[in-house]
């Protein structure tokens, strides 16, 4: 299983992006996805989670509000939707696929990770 995250870059304070995470080898149906951060000098940190139907999400008190998380008909991407964003979510953000099929916080319950993709807020 190969997680590819996508759609990092600079951007200003208030502004949004998308951040995309493609599954490839075995599908990623019946199990939960997840986005983490990790900023410099920081431990990674929860962002948001979306179960394998995609209808239940989990997001952090941090991001409530300003991002989203889905995933395609095919279950194969799954979506990372940042607006409002503030400098405090400059972070490498990562895609990970979950254990089982319900959302999760914890990143011990994640089995495989994407390779990150950077985001920078400027104020």
């Known amino acids: 299983v190969q997680l590819q995250a996508s759609g990092g870059g600079l951007v200003q304070a208030g502004g949004s992006l998308r951040l995309s995470c493609v599954t490839s080898?075995?599908?990623?149906?019946?199990?939960?996805m997840g986005w983490f951060r990790q900023a410099p000098g920081k431990e990674r940190e929860f962002v948001a989670a979306?179960?394998?139907?995609?209808?239940?999400?989990y997001l952090a008190d941090s991001v409530k509000g300003r991002f989203t998380i889905s995933m395609n008909n095919a279950k194969n991407t799954v979506f990372l939707q940042m607006n409002s964003l503030k400098p405090g979510d400059t972070a490498v953000y990562y895609c990970?696929?979950?254990?089982?099929?319900?959302?999760?916080?914890?990143?011990?319950?994640?089995?495989?990770w994407g390779q990150g993709t950077l985001v920078t807020v400027s104020s």
């Open positions: 990970a696929r979950s254990k089982t099929a319900v959302v999760a916080a914890s990143g011990a319950s994640y089995e495989y």
């Open positions: 979306i179960d394998w139907t995609g209808i239940s999400t």
């Open positions: 080898g075995r599908t990623f149906s019946r199990y939960a």
